[in-house]
């Protein structure tokens, strides 16, 4: 149901969920006003499924939080320093916070807040689309509170802000990135949206801003665009603004073709992006189909679970598995164009880039770096004759992470000629098939030498030496190359003859 009030329309069909009643009953018992604002006024109106609700309350966000925490028994966390509050209702999170205005120092990226309006907080919001409020009175409850022309943005795929872009992006450079993420996110094929060419051209002027934000908040902009289903518009975006040199200088070094005696290799850059659609499109999909597992670690167990959302750290992978061209690329009078050894520089790269930006060096970090060092593996099976020691060995160094390799090889073929686009499909999907079989036969995925160091030194009574690793390399050498069972008993018996061609004796 809509009617109008002074030009505004009303959207109580949005606020069906009980919080919002709870909300507008404690406001009224407190004689303040308070709104639901920004994503989940802009998700409903685009009939987007939306979890975080947040409330701007003209007063004490803080102190409005903890009485409707009491109402609804429910345990309300305080950040003293950003003046906001949060509460969990029936599995969505709830933020609040005070209405307010805010002034920048140049210097800082810390704003000077004071309390005030609506209408101010909704001025200071980044986006047009972002400041959309509803009323939560009980005299006009889901009145539309639109100042900027939001919803008229929202219909015209318009990406603008409500004050000046240069005071906007230079108070707070992380919104240049923001306008990435939402052109990026709200994209779709039936409607795009667009940077205003006034904000775009704001964007250019201001991108070494950039410069001042915290590596974390940079990054966590990224892996929001990374997730979504068209993750190269954004770095597209990013290039065309001048905003790549401040964030993955990497990635530019990837433009470009260079031309030796009439003859170029590829536009890598291009390539990449394109390979990251292919990859969020793939990931998707298997997702849908229930294919994807995720693995961790659980004590000393390894603890599986379906995948359900996309894994940013695969994304990431896509982005990056390129990465060693540049530095490998030679030309060569024979065969032309080469970039041999480029998965072993892009490993290398990997935990370098991740330490300056501040990602994690734990195992996803790993998980990264193997997909980058790993994804001409499959590439190498597909173009010769498949042989079980080869598969073995590629299960053996990918363990669970295979089918996230298969994939990100799969989205590594762009070629324009559909034909051998297909092909080189069907012949991965035989190799997936020769992977399932040899695994099924001899449980290789994560193996584990039957034979341990320790065992070595207690049976030949030697110190940790380099005889320990020659020994443990050829057991695994031998399994691998079939020429030994995958089994204590087998593995047992063929380090007794090696230890004693190297004049090695059991002590016991």
């Known amino acids: 149901m809509r009617r109008c009030l002074e ?35 802009r998700d409903c109106l685009l009939s987007r499924l939306s979890k975080d609700i947040d409330i701007v309350v003209e007063g004490s966000g803080t102190a409005f939080a903890r009485a409707v925490g009491s109402r609804v028994h429910s345990r309300v966390s305080v950040f003293e320093n950003y003046g906001t509050a949060m509460l969990r209702y029936h599995g969505v999170e709830v933020e609040f916070v005070g209405a307010r205005k805010e002034s920048y120092n140049r210097g800082s990226r810390n704003p000077v807040v004071e309390n005030g309006t609506l209408q101010d907080d909704q001025l200071r919001r980044d986006f047009t689309i972002n400041a959309l409020a509803l009323s939560l009175d009980k005299d006009d409850f889901g009145r539309l509170v639109d100042p900027f022309g939001g919803v008229s943005d929202l219909d015209k795929g318009i990406i603008r802000t409500p004050a000046d872009p240069d005071k906007t992006f230079d108070d707070d450079p992380l919104r240049m990135l923001r306008a990435v993420r939402f052109a990026t996110k709200l994209s779709s094929w039936e409607k795009y949206f667009n940077i205003t060419p006034e904000c775009f051209a704001s964007i250019k002027r201001n991108a070494p801003r950039l410069e001042i934000l915290t590596k974390e908040r940079i990054v966590e902009e990224l892996n929001k665009i990374l997730v979504c289903d068209h993750p190269s518009m954004g770095f597209d975006l990013m290039d065309k603004a001048g905003m790549l040199p401040y964030i993955l200088p990497e990635l530019l070094k990837l433009k470009g073709v260079q031309m030796v005696e009439g003859r170029a290799h590829k536009e890598n850059f291009a390539h990449t992006l394109q390979v990251v659609d292919n990859l969020a499109e793939a990931e998707v999909a298997a997702i849908a189909r229930g294919e994807l597992k995720d693995y961790e670690m659980d004590g000393n167990e390894v603890k599986e ?9 695969l994304r990431w992978a896509g982005l990056l598995h390129d990465i060693g061209k540049p530095v490998s690329k030679r030309f060569d009078p024979v065969v032309g164009w080469t970039f041999y050894g480029h998965d072993v520089v892009g490993g290398k790269m990997v935990p370098k880039i991740f330490q300056r930006l501040k990602l994690p060096l734990n195992e996803k970090m790993k998980y990264v770096q193997k997909l980058v060092s790993l994804h001409l593996r499959p590439q190498s099976l597909v173009t010769e004759e498949v042989t079980d020691s080869a598969v073995r060995r590629l299960l053996f160094d990918a363990g669970n992470d295979i089918e996230d390799l ?63 690793g020659e020994l443990k390399e050829a057991i695994k050498e031998a399994i691998m ?23 090695l004796h059991p002590v016991k």
């Open 481 to 503: 190359n079939s020429e030994c069972e995958n089994n204590f008993e087998a593995a047992d018996a063929l380090l007794r003859s090696l230890a004693a061609e190297r004049g």
């Open 406 to 468: 298969m994939l990100l090889c799969k989205a590594d073929i762009t070629s324009k000629n559909e034909q051998k686009v297909e092909v080189l499909k069907s012949n991965f999907d035989l190799v997936m098939g020769k992977i399932k079989e040899v695994e099924e036969k001899d449980a290789i995925r994560n193996w584990k030498n039957p034979i341990n160091g320790d065992y070595i030194m207690e049976l030949y009574g030697i110190p940790p030496s380099h005889i320990l």
């Open 305 to 313: 679970t379906v995948r359900t959302s996309p894994n940013v750290w």
């Open 7 to 41: 030009n505004k329309v009303f959207y109580p069909e949005f606020l069906k969920n009980p919080i919002f009643r709870i909300v507008s009953d404690v406001a009224g018992e407190l004689g303040v006003r308070a709104f639901v604002i920004g994503g989940y006024v």
